[in-house]
């Protein structure tokens, strides 16, 4: 534990003793003083991580740093009971992060919400002078809004002890050994100073734009050797705000700590004292919030925030920060003005969804012109087409722009854009590039109109735009481009459940040449796969037997496994009551589908596009062929106990999974229900039960029950 007189040392002190510490580290230590060396230790490299992450004003050398650093690394190796959790070699984690699991916060973040123009700023104006009186004073305290990822940090008797995600604002994932990694957080904070025992409070993590093109620099350069190596690119960071919420969620503390994030922080959300009482609003203003932060030892928005007494006055800060925002270190996206007083803001309130006492000033998006040169057309895993923009490459907000997506046809038609345009591009949120339309002034003569496809750019298919929809699709069951999605639904356990063939294997097979389509699952070589490592006779063996059992599947099964558009087993079910081999239906009309029970014309479309398809029925005969059951069969109950009733679940189950209640549901006679509806008979739920339990407690008829009462019911 750093003891608390060192916590109250002056700068030139603690500059101090960092030189006397380094003139020591070469000589032997008293056995009797190693105990207070560790302490000095800490002392100053958490003053010196301060001076560098929160002030930005170094006061010593990288290398005189490391030494100080590597030294309390060694002392604490040799003496394990000197190691405390707020010591600097704690903030990277030994091993990895398994897991990052759901915490709920202290109080629940908000959002907050946006203006776009400078009327929207007085009609926020008008709204929190009407909530209070026009003789009163309001100050606002405008700063800038940090683009990157929020983030909630609970101190408990000073020390961190917990950081999570803003998840949905109630709960996020923890991530408290990742944001130790971040040096501008302080593992310890005097917050008893103030009578806070636990506090919990909310800010932004960061990446500074210098830090995000070094990284990309090192990563050109290890792609540079991996091309002489003939190994796989690393892709290249995109942007600061992006790069900095991937990172909080890698499983390996030692790698976000490389990537040198920061953490500005911003509001306290919660505090209360030793006895549990409510003290939030402690200090009197916002600003006050800000500087007893900054104090002790975050980076907070205190040096660039402003102070207003009029709105007119927040308009020309946030006018002059839209300015300067290309000059500033970091992406920020707009400003955030809030009332300064604790006292205002109780009485101007707040909605279910963001506080009434603040808002968000968001800066317009940052447009440039370019040149449409190409379209190139994606198949995504669904079979959508994408028709993807390539521009004379442009730099928007520190990024270089080359391809931007155009939607779909329809997109293209209303925007009126052509081949060799001059286009509007712009960041969206200053994050997804968008082009906003074409220059039709600048067109001299040489534009093309852009003309889509009609057949599938990876397997020739001819494409099919579903009703309702603006996107062409292909519904080829094995078209390339879809087929390792294709693969993997197939095998899954709701499709045709071959244990042993999941995700990662379907993409080693594939990698291998072992299976190429899904015929190819019933054709696999099994002396080729006993070559890949970690394959022994006994799980090939296993791989064969669980593929030859599918081959037993029930009818309903394989139509799951095909992936036809808008079809689940429930529907899945009911179509394999229909006909006597799968193949019967590609005679069916659209309006024979229509006639059974919950199918409309948009279901019915997706089945007669499928079924009517050469390639999908040249499939369903290759499968049958080897062996592969493709005609009905009657299923077996294993009771009647539900017949008649109707059942939906919701809420997080703990005995079975969703997919499996249902299955239950079904073998004992009963239907389920996707909807809360006067026709539901019986809600089970589970754990964090939401709005259809709501819905169903205002239906007197429905019981609901938990998952013990439903299993006790087909015991």
């Not at 991580?49 to 040799?78: A, C, G, W």
């Not at 008797?157 to 917990?162: A, E, G, N, P, V």
């Not at 944001?179 to 506090?199: D, T």
């Not at 591009?425 to 067109?443: F, L």
């Amino acid at each position: 534990m750093i003891k608390e007189e060192n916590l109250l040392m002056k700068e030139e002190d603690l500059i101090l003793l960092s030189e006397d510490l380094l003139h020591k580290l070469d000589k032997q230590i008293p056995p009797q003083e190693t105990e207070q060396f560790c302490e000095d230790l800490k002392t100053v490299i958490n003053f010196h991580d301060k001076k560098y992450y929160v002030h930005t004003h170094p006061v010593i050398t990288d290398f005189d740093y490391d030494r100080l650093f590597k030294k309390l690394v060694e002392l604490e190796s040799e003496n394990p009971n000197l190691i405390t959790a707020d010591s600097p070699t704690q903030r990277v984690a030994k091993g990895l992060n398994k897991e990052f699991p759901t915490v709920q916060h202290l109080t629940p973040m908000m959002s907050l919400e946006n203006t776009y123009n400078l009327d929207d700023l007085n009609e926020f104006d008008r709204k929190v002078r009407e909530a209070l009186t026009e003789k009163i004073i309001i100050e606002y305290v405008v700063e800038p809004k940090f683009d990157g990822s929020s983030i909630a940090l609970v101190y408990e008797s000073d020390h961190l002890t917990r950081a999570a995600t803003r998840g949905n604002g109630v709960e996020g994932d923890e991530i408290t050994q990742n944001a130790k990694a971040i040096r501008s957080i302080p593992l310890k904070a005097n917050f008893s100073k103030y009578g806070i025992h636990r506090i919990e409070i909310r800010g932004e993590v960061i990446m500074e734009l210098a830090v995000l093109e070094k990284l990309n620099q090192e990563r050109q350069q290890q792609n540079e050797i991996n091309k002489r190596e003939q190994k796989k690119e690393v892709e290249l960071f995109k942007n600061a705000r992006n790069t900095a919420a991937g990172s909080l969620r890698l499983k390996d503390s030692s790698e976000v700590a490389a990537r040198k994030l920061d953490a500005i922080i911003y509001q306290i959300g919660y505090a209360e004292d030793k006895e549990g009482k409510d003290i939030t609003d402690i200090f009197e203003s916002h600003e006050k919030n800000l500087e007893i932060l900054n104090s002790l030892g975050f980076k907070t928005p205190y040096k660039e925030k402003g102070e207003f007494s009029n709105i007119h006055s927040v308009e020309a800060f946030c006018k002059h920060w839209e300015e300067k925002r290309d000059n500033y270190p970091v992406d920020i996206d707009g400003m955030v003005i809030k009332v300064n007083s604790i006292q205002q803001q109780q009485l101007i309130g707040k909605t279910s969804h963001h506080p009434k006492w603040a808002v968000a000033y968001k800066f317009k998006a940052k447009q440039a012109n370019s040149v449409l040169r190409k379209v190139e057309y994606q198949v995504g895993r669904t079979g959508a087409v994408t028709p993807v923009a390539k521009i004379d490459p442009i730099q928007l907000m520190g990024v270089e722009i080359s391809s931007i997506s155009l939607h779909n046809e329809d997109f293209i038609a209303e925007k009126d854009i052509r081949l060799n345009d001059t286009v509007i591009v712009e960041r969206a949120g200053d994050v997804i590039p968008y082009i906003v339309g074409s220059v039709k002034e600048m067109r001299k003569g040489g534009e093309e109109k852009i003309h889509f496809p009609k057949n599938c750019p990876s397997c020739s298919h001819h494409l099919v735009k579903p009703m309702d929809e603006s996107v062409w699709r292909c519904i080829n069951a094995n078209c390339p481009a879809q087929l390792e999605e294709h693969l993997i639904h197939f095998a899954s356990k709701q499709a045709m459940e071959i244990s042993g063939l999941g995700e990662e294997i379907i993409r080693t097979f594939m990698r291998e040449k072992i299976i190429s389509d899904i015929v190819s699952i019933y054709q696999i070589d099994y002396d080729e796969v006993r070559k890949l490592e970690g394959w022994k006779d006994k799980s090939v063996q296993n791989l064969k037997d669980s593929i030859e059992a599918s081959k037993k599947n029930e009818l309903s099964r394989l139509i799951i496994g095909l992936g036809i558009r808008h079809i689940g087993s429930t529907t899945a079910k009911l179509l394999a009551k229909k006909v006597d081999y799968l193949t019967d239906f590609k005679s069916w009309t659209e309006e024979q589908y229509m006639e059974i029970e919950d199918i409309g014309p948009k279901v019915a479309q997706s089945l007669y596009q499928f079924f009517t398809d050469r390639e999908n029925i040249k499939l369903i005969e290759q499968l049958e062929r080897l062996g592969v059951n493709t005609h009905k069969t009657e299923e077996v109950l294993l009771s009647n106990k539900l017949d008649g009733k109707t059942f939906l679940f919701t809420g997080t189950l703990t005995r079975f999974s969703r997919d499996e209640a249902k299955i239950l549901v079904e073998k004992n006679g009963g239907k389920n229900l996707n909807a809360v509806s006067p026709n539901l008979d019986y809600l089970i739920a589970g754990e964090k039960a939401g709005s259809k339990l709501s819905k169903a407690q205002k239906i007197s008829s429905i019981k609901i029950i938990e998952e013990n009462d439903f299993l006790k019911m087909i015991q």
